[in-house]
């Protein structure tokens, strides 16, 4: 008798709670107990080197956010909850992944994105349910400048591959050219000889478009004598370089993932005889590929905006350190440049949420249209974060590295030489270099 009195109490106590819960909704609608952004990142397959640092960086972001209260919107702190999706590096991966984060978690936002081509595989999805996504690693610009889909709510984080292809190109005609000529006692009049090899990828292709209409769009005095590819994941590297050998390059450009590009070079200079400066991606500014390369990668050059290990002086430099310092005392090992966007992007999300006022998808992504803020920890062009009127494209200030061997520790480490406001040393040829015929 006693637990059915008990059991109709409980009823009745229930109902009421009920009641004033169904009353009481459109206020608790206005309500959130945390924001959730969801991150995409590569966290298994050929990309997880870099996949991993951008949810890491993420992580690193949202841990600062939420020190100091969460996200303040329309005067009341609300938490970041981070929702991971690993995308496999595959093009099936990254649209699972989507799917779940948009159907599944219900995030509010996206961050991330790696492989041009696995990024643009879920777009359709991000444009059906019109959620804002911070694209914070894939440079192809088709990402927010393809015309199938609706892609208004897509925002771009990162260089594109128009954007450091031409950059990577003009630094080599105004830089690398006259110190070979120079090298080779040839008149400034002699064609630059440069090669390209390339991931058979939106990324990799985007890079070759790029190369391809800066010189020509230019009038550039420079040959490309080889344009090889191959498929993203190889490891073999040995017959395309044989092909680019036979060319006789000044230079070679190479569009690649880490994973790729540090053996590719290796092959190149250890199993092919191949002694030429390597242009890399900046993607490739990473610890890992610093590890792989050992004394093979002297010489080489990356484009960058973020190192783990070098920076420009100034207020830059101190913000990089001090992210850099929390991701090394939180996880172990340096953050690489995929990382510092994502942590970024973060941060930009935050922000716009806190302007909009909402969660609400539009007036997020209104906000985002409307975003200006100052830079967080990469060089922004006027010191500002904002996003381009017609692709949303951010823009970042941008420079080259050059790699020089350290024995002590068996790795390079990088030197800024250009442009020449930041540069702390000029561009060399090593003393092993041998351009290609005179």
């Given at each position: 008798m006693k637990y059915t009195v008990l059991f109709i109490a409980f009823v009745v106590f229930g109902a009421l709670i009920a009641g004033c819960t169904q009353q009481a909704a459109p206020q608790a609608q206005s309500q959130q107990n945390a924001v959730k952004v969801g991150v995409i990142a590569s966290l298994t397959g050929p990309a997880s080197n870099v996949g991993t640092s951008m949810w890491q960086s993420a992580q690193v972001a949202a841990a600062e956010i939420n020190a100091n209260g969460g996200i303040n919107i329309k005067g009341t702190k609300v938490p970041i909850q981070l929702v991971v999706g690993d995308d496999e590096s595959t093009q099936q991966g990254g649209q699972t992944a989507a799917n779940q984060l948009i159907t599944g978690d219900k995030v509010d936002i996206l961050v991330g994105g790696y492989?041009?081509?696995?990024?643009?595989?879920?777009?359709?999805?991000?444009?059906?349910?019109k959620i804002p996504y911070i694209v914070t690693g894939a440079s192809s610009p088709i990402i927010t400048h393809r015309t199938d889909i609706d892609t208004s709510y897509i925002f771009h984080h990162c260089p594109t591959t128009d954007t450091y292809g031409q950059y990577t190109t003009t630094f080599i005609d105004q830089v690398v050219r006259p110190a070979v000529n120079q090298k080779l006692n040839a008149p400034a009049t002699r064609p630059f000889?440069?090669?390209?090899?390339?991931?058979?990828?939106?990324?990799?292709?985007?890079?070759?478009?790029a190369v391809n209409a800066t010189i020509t769009k230019n009038k550039l005095n420079i040959l490309l004598v080889s344009q090889q590819s191959f498929k993203m994941g190889e490891s073999d590297f040995r017959t395309p370089l044989t092909a680019i050998k036979a060319a006789n390059p000044d230079a070679v450009y190479i569009a690649a993932f880490p994973n790729e590009g540090a053996p590719l070079i290796t092959q190149a200079r250890r199993d092919i005889g191949l002694n030429t400066i390597f242009l890399n991606v900046e993607n490739n500014d990473n610890a890992q590929f610093y590890k792989d390369l050992g004394q093979y990668g002297e010489g080489s050059i990356i484009e960058s905006r973020f190192s783990p290990y070098t920076a420009p002086a100034?207020?830059?430099?101190?913000?990089?350190?001090?992210?850099?310092?929390?991701?090394?005392?939180?996880?172990?090992?340096?953050?690489?440049?995929?990382?510092?966007?994502?942590?970024?992007?973060?941060?930009?999300?935050?922000?716009?949420?806190?302007?909009?006022?909402?969660?609400?998808k539009a007036t997020v992504r209104q906000a985002l249209v409307n975003l200006n803020m100052p830079q967080i920890i990469e060089a922004m062009k006027d010191g500002k974060i904002s996003f381009s009127s017609?692709?949303?494209?951010?823009?970042?200030?941008?420079?080259?590295?050059?790699?020089?061997?350290?024995?002590?520790?068996?790795?390079?480490?990088?030197?800024?030489?250009?442009?020449?406001?930041?540069?702390?040393?000029?561009?060399?040829l090593p003393a092993w270099y041998s351009p290609g015929s005179a």
């Open positions: 492989s041009s081509a696995v990024t643009s595989s879920y777009e359709q999805t991000v444009a059906e349910y000889r440069l090669a390209l090899i390339y991931q058979d990828t939106a990324f990799g292709k985007g890079v070759q478009t100034g207020a830059v430099a101190d913000a990089q350190n001090t992210f850099k310092n929390s991701y090394t005392a939180k996880f172990g090992t340096s953050p690489d440049m995929m990382g510092a966007s994502t942590y970024e992007g973060v941060y930009i999300a935050s922000k716009a949420i806190e302007n909009a006022g909402t969660t609400d017609d692709f949303r494209e951010s823009q970042f200030d941008l420079w080259m590295e050059q790699l020089a061997f350290n024995s002590t520790i068996g790795e390079c480490r990088p030197n800024i030489v250009w442009p020449d406001n930041l540069k702390v040393t000029g561009f060399t």
